[in-house]
């Protein structure tokens, strides 16, 4: 296996896929979709479905350890499951007499005791909840012997109405450290065959690609227009953007495995610190502590960790993502490696900007600017036409593009027009009209590989939409109505007027910069 991922990460994928999964006998400037993402090849040859398997195929060979009765904490696990309808008596006295021996004289430990079931207990039945709060917020003045009183017939009522087999948060806290331990496994891999001396630190593109953007937005009319206390919306959209954090999947963390390992240690504390509050019956002791081990960690991680664990969570999925409450963007894995294009093709990776560049676009790009300014509106306006229109076209079934889809539409355009702007500042024109791929039936500019990079990404088989409900634009109306509102693609491509992917810098739609008016 790791032979063939080896082969798969090294060749020029874009290479590889203009070779073989392009349609030759759809012109570019007629359907760029149907031109770049073949529809007689089978969908699993495109490049970003292979991508996800590169990382599945290495984990899955840790998953037989990290899934195994020999493995820290999966034994309990599986005898928790095992337990099923075969529960035994809960036993009060025993339960009594356990706690008595935890806490001997000791009213604080009796209040800790009672405040970690009456938690687990409020979160997992609505019986009695408000009595029980009501109790808790007396619980500094409640003697032990008043607590004992109380604790084991809740620790009871508690047992009687769980399910080991369904606890869907037991299966998570497990589930979390099967995948955070696999990750560990994955990582030292990687790190083994070379892929992150293969990866560049994303940082600098990264504030070049914001400087550009915060002159854009210096360059928006509607930005500078003043409300009726003399204030603009500028300041708040450049410190957005200057204020945004990106974190990303095969980063210094991943490498150093530093953080990932106390992550786990810290999860691992939490687990068999918990598993001291015995109850006398085990299963019930391994549930507790699964719960409260993942809610312990979450509670007390810091704003490195807490990133951390989310992409933990996320399982190297091919994904990225923008989160408004903490205004951070998080990129997962198959968007960071392989690359697309090797160096001699690319100097950097602008397929990967195209994704960062979405992201951070979803941070200024909503309906609710329309209702302050009449330019935004417009474009609004213009983009949920365009896409229409492209529904018409090229939409399969129930195809509803338009103002269902304008907050993706919108981070799409706006997106892609800011890295191609960044990829023609780091090459002279006649960089980019080289010839960077030559076969007997196709040949590509480096200023047209760009446009290839960027839809390749949604390369897939055609099928009917029953019901479009998604945010997203179907993939075909995706890439057609991108590249239809550059001109930069229609001079690329040298597309004419009478060609469907045409696109006129006169008639093009903009929310931000000096055409958006």
């Known amino acids: ?11 020029d994928i874009l290479n590889d896929h203009l070779s073989n999964n392009v349609n030759i006998s759809v012109h570019p400037c007629d359907d760029f979709f149907l031109h770049v993402c073949s529809q007689s090849v089978n969908e699993t040859e495109f490049p970003f479905r292979k991508f996800p398997t590169f990382y599945k195929e290495i984990a899955e060979k840790y998953r037989i350890f990290t899934n195994s009765r020999n493995f820290a904490i999966m034994n309990d696990f599986l005898k928790m499951n095992g337990t099923g309808e075969n529960k035994p008596l809960f036993n009060r006295t025993n339960y009594e007499i356990l706690v008595r021996s935890r806490c001997q004289e000791s009213d604080n430990c009796y209040r800790q005791e009672f405040e970690y079931f009456s938690n687990i207990y409020i979160e997992n039945t609505d019986k009695g909840t408000d009595r029980l709060r009501h109790y808790l917020s007396r619980l500094k003045i409640t003697s032990g012997e008043e607590i004992l009183e109380i604790l084991p017939r809740m620790v ?18 497990a589930h979390f450290y099967i995948t955070l331990t696999t990750r560990l496994f994955l990582m030292e891999e990687l790190n083994a ?14 504030n070049d690609l914001k400087e550009l953007i915060i002159e854009k937005f210096k360059n928006t009319p509607w930005l500078h227009e003043k409300d009726e206390l003399g204030l603009s919306l500028l300041p708040q959209f450049e410190d957005t ?25 810290k999860f691992l504390q939490g687990y068999y610190q918990a598993k001291t509050r015995s109850t006398g019956i085990e299963a019930l002791d391994i549930l507790f502590s699964l719960e409260t081990s993942f809610k312990s960690l979450l509670r007390t991680a810091d704003s490195e960790e807490r990133r951390l664990i989310y992409r933990v969570r996320m399982e190297l999925t091919p994904n990225a993502s923008y989160n408004s409450f903490v205004n951070q963007v998080a990129i997962f894995a198959p968007y960071i490696y392989p690359t697309f294009a090797d160096n001699t093709t690319m100097n950097k990776n602008y397929f990967l900007f195209n994704t960062i560049g979405h992201e951070i676009f979803h941070s200024v790009v909503s309906g609710e600017w329309a209702e302050t300014s009449d330019a935004f509106k417009n474009g609004m306006n213009c983009m949920n036409n365009h896409y229409t229109r492209m529904c018409d076209s090229y939409g399969k079934g129930s195809c509803k593009s338009g103002s269902q889809t304008f907050e993706e539409d919108g981070p ?14 780091n090459y002279e024109k006649d960089d980019l009209e080289e010839t960077v791929f030559n076969s007997e039936l ?10 290839y990079l960027a839809a390749i990404e949604f390369c897939g088989n055609i099928e009917p939409m029953e019901d479009h409900r998604d945010v997203h634009s179907y993939k075909q109306v995706r890439v057609n109505g991108i590249v239809t509102q550059m001109h930069e693609f229609s001079e690329a491509f040298s597309c004419s007027p009478d060609q469907a992917m045409f696109a006129d ?7 931000f910069g000096p055409d958006a008016q």
């Open 156 to 173: 009871e009522s508690l047992y009687d109405s769980i399910s080991f087999e369904s606890s869907l948060s037991a299966k998570a806290s």
């Open 241 to 265: 953007i200057k204020d945004m954090v990106l974190h990303y999947d095969l980063d210094e963390d991943d490498r150093d495995l530093h953080l990932l390992r106390a992550i786990k240690d």
């Open 412 to 425: 799409d355009i706006e997106g892609m027009r800011i890295n191609y702007e960044y990829f023609t500042h």
């Open 505 to 511: 810098k006169e008639q093009t739609c903009h929310l």
């Open 193 to 206: 065959i070379g892929v992150f001396d293969k990866i560049g630190n994303m940082k600098d593109d990264v």
């Open 442 to 451: 196709l040949s590509v500019t480096r200023d047209q590989a760009f446009f």
């Open 1 to 11: 296996v790791l032979l063939l991922v080896l082969h798969f990460v090294s060749s």
